[in-house]
């Protein structure tokens, strides 16, 4: 839903909870690569203990770039809340950003995205929709 | 806590002194850091939907601890994230990779993924 009354025009509203939905599927696809890159993170504290798990994760370049999305789609996220109500940015980022993030896992992550969990994504998307409208 | 005027940005450094904030701040740190443990062995897509419960468990909290009520729209969509996750939890945790795939072994098992990651990481200890 689009909110009826305001300066920003369609184009603007979708572009700015576009840019939310792209920085975070771009931060949350580059963290799942740097934690896989790293491997179990649970064996590695087995071994070299809870220091050496941290080591790991801050040695990575890419767990950086990551976060440096993640924190990039919190400011769009208040820029966007800004500029358009909280009824529309929350729902809509929030559930676009689960389907992206299930399309991206299987084009970038390589991930066995199977009808399960294409129907789980769905799931969630509307339900959070619910909730947070 | 008083309402925090933009005349006065200093009082925002205060606030993260509040007991409640610093709490606040702790438990994100705690989900943060089991999220990226998670996803050290788990696939993003089914991490992912399985924490869009944590929406769930804030409905109930504000429905009985705040006593804030929730509309039937909202029980409905606390009905299909439940349901979405019991889905995707039934599923495997990780994408066999096919490398540390034997030929003819069924898919889906736990007992699998578990192996496969025995098996990838031996590979790479090689």
């Not at chain 1, 696809?29 to 491997?39: E, F, N, P, Q, R």
């Not at chain 1, 980022?93 to 896992?105: C, D, F, H, K, P």
């Not at chain 2, 804030?58 to 299909?80: D, H, K, M, Q, T």
Request: aromatic letters at 10%.
């Amino acid at each position: 839903m689009i909110a009826p009354a305001g300066p920003d025009g369609f184009w603007a509203q979708a572009a700015m909870i576009a840019a939310v939905v792209l920085c975070s599927t771009t931060g949350e696809v580059l963290t799942a690569a740097a934690m896989k890159s790293i491997g179990d993170l649970d064996e590695i504290r087995a071994k070299s203990g809870l220091a050496g798990a941290i080591r790991a994760v801050l040695t990575c370049p890419l767990f950086f770039f990551g976060v440096g999305f993640l924190a990039l789609a919190f400011f769009s996220l208040l820029f966007a809340l800004n500029h358009l109500p909280l009824s529309l940015v929350a729902p809509a980022s929030a559930s676009l950003t689960l389907v992206t993030n299930a399309i991206a896992g299987k084009v970038f992550l390589k991930e066995n995205v199977d009808r399960r969990r294409w129907t789980a994504a769905v799931l969630v998307c509307i339900g959070v929709y619910l909730l947070a409208h | 806590m008083p309402l925090i005027s933009a005349s006065h940005p200093g009082e925002l450094i205060a606030a993260v002194f509040t007991p409640w904030i610093i709490a606040g701040i702790a438990l994100l740190i705690c989900f943060f850091a089991s999220y990226l443990t998670a996803l050290s062995w788990a696939d993003l897509t089914y991490v992912l939907p399985a924490t869009a419960f944590g929406n769930v468990i804030v409905a109930l909290l504000s429905r009985f601890w705040l006593n804030e009520p929730i509309s039937l729209y909202r029980w409905a969509g606390i009905v299909l994230i439940t349901l979405g996750v019991g889905f995707v939890a039934q599923g495997p945790s990780l994408t066999e990779r096919p490398a540390s795939l034997p030929k003819g072994r069924p898919e889906g098992q736990l007992g699998n993924v578990l192996e496969s990651r025995v098996e990838q990481q031996t590979e790479v200890s090689r």
